[in-house]
């Protein structure tokens, strides 16, 4: 049925089919693996990309497929036919790839010109990504200005030849640009009922990248939120605690919000930690050992000086507070702090200086016979237990 140069063919045709199979799969994973979720018509490039993938592994192997029936002696004549359907459908697929399926303006839209578009948005979000990534790997990395600085310039080049490449695809399918105006007033619309959230978060982000209160490595607290800002997007901005666990703040946040920035401006912060002493301890060694321990510690600027405040008579303490400057652990003040209490706990073992828990003194204003009848009374309640009664039947 099959003679030996047929077999062949077969083998290296399916072998083909699946080296090529291969490097589609590979493509699609490599460009899907570029796009960010959460940058502009980033799931819709996705979806495209899925459809030209099925569509190219479609091809491919219907092509495998009739190349094996046109080997096999009885399924020949069916292999010319599909042949023959396959030229006369160009034809028919062309009429409807071209027919007008709507106007805009000026302009008639096929689907030819939508097939267009959606290709020429993958692209030019590619070649957008791609023009981020060199700006900041290769280009900017060479300059001496700061790391935020830097990626505000390369978002912004990204949204620049995002905006650009859209206008030139538009134009090059032949949309009318004109018409487009209709187009806006019903997105403004949206923008005013449904989308002022999106909008907010967009606009917010763009006053972060040029403002600036916040960027990329600064140690920031927005509510609940304790970290470091690893990622400005459009929308949203990516903060990392200390647990490594990634947290999506919405840009609005950083605009309408209270903000503290640890590390705005200038990376020195001071430090505050309360002490309590037991009364009757000896106030200047207390201060001066506390001094050692700030002192002692690496991580504690020697210029701003460490400092001891004798803040008050408390109820069952004498209230100090150690203040001292750190540039280093902005981002991991419960380990600064840590370090201190420990050197501290030291330092007031070694002198015998007591740390006093809160205690109370109780005033009875009852007589003493009659407290020690209470007292003999509970007594002999404790001791006495009360039994239950045993009937006799």
């Not at 399916?14 to 980033?42: A, E, H, M």
């Not at 948005?121 to 200005?145: C, D």
């Amino acid at each position: 049925m099959f003679d030996r140069n047929s077999i062949m063919t077969l083998i290296l045709t399916g072998g083909l089919s699946i080296g090529c199979q291969w490097i589609l799969f590979y493509v699609r994973r490599r460009f899907t693996s570029k796009i960010q979720p959460d940058q502009p018509f980033g799931q819709l490039m996705v979806i495209g990309l899925r459809w030209i993938y099925g569509l190219a592994s479609f091809v491919l192997w219907s092509s495998f497929a009739l190349g094996c029936l046109r080997l096999v002696p009885h399924t020949q004549e069916f292999a010319q036919r599909l042949v023959d359907w396959s030229i006369q459908l160009p034809r028919e697929f062309r009429d409807v790839l071209f027919e007008p399926i709507a106007r805009v303006g000026k302009s008639d839209i096929s689907v030819f010109n939508l097939f267009q578009v959606l290709i020429f948005i993958v692209v030019v979000f590619f070649l957008a990504h791609a023009s981020r990534r060199v700006l900041l790997n290769q280009i900017l990395r060479q300059t001496p200005l700061d790391l935020g600085i830097q990626h505000a310039i390369a978002t912004f080049t990204q949204y620049i030849v995002i905006a650009f490449g859209l206008l030139v695809g538009l134009q090059t399918a032949g949309i009318d640009l004109s018409a487009l105006t209709i187009l806006a007033g019903a997105v403004g619309v949206g923008v005013g009922l449904g989308l002022q959230n999106i909008a907010n978060n967009f606009i917010s982000g763009i006053i972060i990248l040029f403002e600036r209160p916040i960027k990329i490595g600064d140690r920031i607290e927005v509510g609940a939120v304790n970290g470091d800002v690893v990622h400005i997007a459009a929308r949203s901005t990516t903060v990392r605690t200390n647990d490594n666990i990634a947290i999506i703040i919405p840009n609005s946040s950083f605009i309408s919000s209270n903000v503290i920035n640890w590390s705005h401006g200038d990376s020195k912060v001071r430090f505050r930690v309360p002490v309590g002493v037991a009364y009757g301890s000896d106030v200047r060694l207390v201060e001066r050992l506390l001094l050692e321990v700030a002192k002692e510690n690496e991580n504690v600027l020697e210029n701003p000086p460490a400092a001891v405040r004798f803040l008050e008579f408390g109820d069952s303490a004498l209230e100090f507070e150690l203040r001292v400057w750190s540039s280093r652990l902005l981002h991991r003040k419960g380990l600064l702090i840590s370090q201190l209490n420990f050197g501290i706990y030291e330092k007031f073992k070694q002198h015998q200086i007591e740390i006093p828990f809160p205690q109370r003194d109780l005033h009875f204003k009852a007589q003493p016979e009659v407290l020690r009848q209470m007292i003999h009374s509970a007594s002999s309640d404790q001791a006495s237990p009360e039994r239950e009664p045993v009937t006799q039947g």
